[in-house]
């Protein structure tokens, strides 16, 4: 059964710092690796899908990398922001026919950036 | 709507009762996934449809736990005699299928008393 652990979790931050949020799975027969953001009393919306062929995935200040062979992922965000504080989540998506959608997430990282 | 649409956002529920959550996924979307998230932790998921067929229960922690999708839109979790156990936020996701991204709703937040 796959398991995903995030380190740490939960960080705060100053404003402007770039940080690092960790994720490590372990079953490396995945589909894909996604990282979502949750916003307090809010759904999940996704920031970035790294397919299992890939090794990283850039959208503005996130970069988002992927090593299936140690079973790590790491989300790195530049020049953070208070408007980044969330709870950031990491998500594999199982392969072998199940990559249907069906998602173990890990525990999520609390991120605190302050002004 | 422009989003997947769950109902009610809160529900307060005495040990015991039968609770019904709803959810409108976004139109054409033929993939609908419930997750079940606790206080603290990740979502983790519970039953997949695709259209009106539930190809995937496994993640259903008993037989109090009941999904329906039966015109292929709407869907509705049920949970029998609730226990304070069942407190979470239960979370809808909808999707065009095959490896298309998720969009989830703001989910029902269930409180058993």
């Known amino acids: 059964k796959q398991e995903v652990t995030q380190i740490p979790a939960a960080l705060s931050v100053p404003e402007g710092e770039n940080l690092v949020l960790n994720c490590s799975f372990t079953d490396s027969a995945i589909y894909n690796l996604q990282w979502f953001r949750q916003d307090p009393g809010k759904g999940l919306t996704s920031l970035l899908l790294?397919?299992?062929?890939?090794r990283e995935q850039t959208s503005g200040r996130l970069n988002a990398s992927l090593d299936k062979s140690s079973g790590r992922s790491t989300l790195y965000i530049a020049a953070s922001q208070p408007g980044d504080s969330a709870t950031y989540l990491c998500a594999s998506e199982g392969a072998g026919g199940t990559s249907y959608g069906k998602l173990t997430f890990g525990q999520g990282t609390i991120l605190t950036v302050h002004p | 709507g422009a989003g997947v649409s769950q109902s009610p956002r809160y529900k307060v529920a005495k040990r015991g009762q039968d609770v019904a959550l709803r959810c409108d996924p976004i139109s054409g979307h033929v993939s609908l996934f419930w997750y079940q998230q606790a206080l603290g932790q990740g979502p983790e998921f519970l039953t997949y449809?695709?259209?009106?067929?539930?190809?995937?229960k496994s993640g259903l922690p008993s037989d109090r736990f009941f999904a329906e999708r039966p015109e292929g839109s709407v869907s509705t979790l049920k949970i029998q005699r609730t226990q304070q156990e069942d407190s979470a936020v239960y979370l809808c996701a909808s999707s065009l299928g095959g490896n298309s991204p998720l969009h989830f709703g703001n989910g029902t937040r269930l409180t058993v008393t």
């Open positions: 790294i397919q299992s062929s890939q």
């Open positions: 449809f695709q259209n009106e067929a539930q190809l995937d």
